[in-house]
């Protein structure tokens, strides 16, 4: 997964066309757990793109998004978040969700 900037960011998702993006911080656990999952889950969903940026350097991102708590995964289609995940659960369940796009 590649690693955005803020500016990056706000550049690709406002014409974000199946778009994996997840939000995490480092010293959060669970979002090392969730990122594993999703390193998986990229090599399965070949139709999206999947990146990543660091939350604590985008706070109006995280207001923009309501993002509440990391880990966070928003599903962008044509330029629209269309799904806000926190409860990543199990690579089946990553992969049926974005299967569903």
């Keep these: 997964m590649k690693v955005w900037t803020k ?3 706000i550049q690709y998702t406002e014409n974000a066309d199946n778009l994996a993006l997840y939000f995490y911080t ?10 594993k999952m999703l390193d998986i889950v990229e090599k399965i ?8 940026a660091d939350l604590n350097y ?5 207001a923009q998004y309501s993002i509440e708590s990391v880990p966070c995964l928003l599903i962008f ?5 269309k799904e806000k ?3 990543f659960q199990s690579v ?10």
């Excluded at 969903?45 to 990543?52: D, G, I, L, N, Q």
């Excluded at 985008?58 to 995280?62: C, T």
């Design 7 to 9: 500016e990056e960011v």
């Design 26 to 35: 480092p010293l959060c656990g669970t979002c090392q757990v969730a990122g």
């Design 45 to 52: 969903v070949p139709e999206f793109e999947f990146s990543k």
């Design 58 to 62: 985008m706070p109006e991102i995280a």
């Design 77 to 81: 289609q044509n330029g629209e978040c």
């Design 85 to 87: 995940i926190y409860a």
């Design 92 to 101: 089946t369940n990553l992969y049926d969700v974005l299967k569903q796009f």
